[in-house]
């Protein structure tokens, strides 16, 4: 009977740490995952082009502290027709002093629908209103219709289209909740740890000790 009381003891405890183990291991992968992809974000252009051309480039320059370059910008193809299509830039994990949009490359019309910033898991999303763009070169006309914004080009070849994105806003927004999403994260881990390892005591303290009084 003593055996059994002991080996039961045993196995409990064990299972007890392996508990604490797997929760250990759970919650570390949690924390890197999130500190892993803090910085990381995206910006969602949903647009529409008509060109003269089937089929042209839209590039986004992002102004780390060098200015704008070719190096630091992220080139698509754009088809050109009047179904809206989401184009996803990848933002650097670096701080960003502005963003420039060259929509296409050859003169046109593009209508956008919305500019999103979005986190790295889809969980926060900032909407960045039209007011935030700014025209730089080459373009003719920018009409505001209803939730949609109509930018035509210059006709002229070749064109430099552009404007300027403010999302600094938007991103600060962004980065504050993920922020208190890291809070939230280290809280839930302590709360791990410590129920963890109050159970693990509780078991090696009191049922290891009872188990040794009865053995005597």
């Not at 701080?95 to 209508?111: E, H, L, M, Q, W």
């Not at 730089?136 to 080009?153: F, P």
């Amino acid at each position: 009977m003593v055996r059994i009381n002991s080996f039961k003891n045993q196995f409990t405890l064990k299972y007890v740490i392996v508990i604490l183990l797997l929760s250990l291991l759970f919650s570390t992968i949690l924390v890197y995952h999130r500190f892993k992809v803090v910085s990381s974000s995206f910006i969602d252009i949903t647009m529409s082009s008509q060109t003269t051309s089937n089929l042209t480039i839209t590039q986004l320059f992002i102004d780390t502290g060098r200015g704008f370059n070719e190096k630091e910008s992220i080139v698509l193809p754009v088809e050109s027709n009047q179904k809206f299509k989401t184009l996803r830039f990848v933002l650097p994990d670096t701080d960003i002093f502005a963003v420039r949009f060259d929509p296409i490359s050859i003169p046109g019309t593009i209508t956008i629908q919305k500019i999103e910033l979005i986190d790295f898991l889809g969980d926060s999303h900032e909407l960045i209103s039209f007011d935030k763009i700014t025209p730089l070169k080459d373009i003719e006309s920018i009409v505001q219709e209803q939730d949609r914004l109509i930018i035509k080009t210059k006709n002229i070849e070749p064109v430099d289209a552009s404007f300027l994105l403010d999302i600094t806003e938007s991103l600060d927004k962004m980065i504050s909740r993920i922020n208190f999403d890291q809070l939230l994260v280290f809280f839930l881990l302590l709360v791990t740890i410590l129920s963890t390892t109050g159970i693990t005591l509780y078991y090696i303290v009191f049922k290891v000790k009872n188990s040794d009084l009865f053995q005597e």
